[in-house]
């Protein structure tokens, strides 16, 4: 088992980062939230010969899961996640493209298993623990490898901010519980990628962070 690393792709208006983990030395990967954008995707995977396992869906939105039934077709491998209680989200995808005129290359998506606290997901030997983190997606789940001191924590977290509690489904007392209960515990050494914008720390999230004082 080599290093774990991680490569991000920036998909749709929304510039969701689309995130390919991968095993540096065995080129296995998983693709996380391929929200669009699917021809950039696959470039990107078959510039760095890398031999994609499944899909990992964070929540429910638009510009994460847009693209994950397109991605599945092409590659030929499963949608894992997020939690069941984001069904609705996922089955209005492309109700919400009309909505935000984003055209016809998005679809809905049915995922080909859920996930629940507690389970575990893996590729090449990379082993990540599934937290629910609901309050941005009432499925929202955090993907979390104890041995990489690394989190996929989605749109739960952000670099100085937080994710939105105003869309259907989003509450903002789920979320900062989410936030405190669950990535908190963590530890302040864990490294995070996010959904859009820059990474961090958990611990300086927990220090300096303005919607956590």
Not at 107 to 113: G, H, L, V
Not at 184 to 199: A, Q, R, S, W
């Amino acid at each position: 088992m080599g290093q774990l690393n991680a490569g991000i792709v920036p998909v749709t208006p929304f510039q969701q980062n689309c995130t390919i983990l991968f095993d540096a030395d065995d080129k296995t990967a998983v693709v996380v939230d391929p929200g669009g954008d699917v021809d950039r995707i696959l470039s990107a995977i078959s510039e760095n010969g890398l031999d994609v396992k499944a899909i990992w869906l964070t929540h429910g939105h638009i510009d994460h899961a847009g693209g994950a039934m397109e991605l599945k077709e092409a590659l030929g491998v499963e949608i894992l996640g997020p939690h069941a209680d984001d069904t609705p989200l996922l089955a209005n995808l492309e109700s919400q493209a009309q909505m935000f005129g984003l055209g016809g290359a998005v679809r809905n998506c049915t995922p080909d298993r859920f996930l629940t606290e507690g389970e575990t997901v893996s590729f090449g030997g990379h082993v990540f623990e599934v937290l629910h983190c609901p309050g941005h997606a009432p499925g929202h789940v955090v993907y979390f490898n104890r041995a990489a001191r690394f989190a996929h924590v989605g749109d739960v977290l952000f670099a100085g901010s937080i994710g939105r509690t105003d869309l259907p489904g989003g509450n903002h007392d789920q979320l900062i519980a989410s936030i405190r209960n669950k990535l908190f515990p963590l530890g302040d050494d864990v490294g995070f990628i996010c959904g859009h914008g820059p990474g961090g720390r958990i611990g300086e999230e927990r220090r300096t962070n303005p919607f956590l004082r």
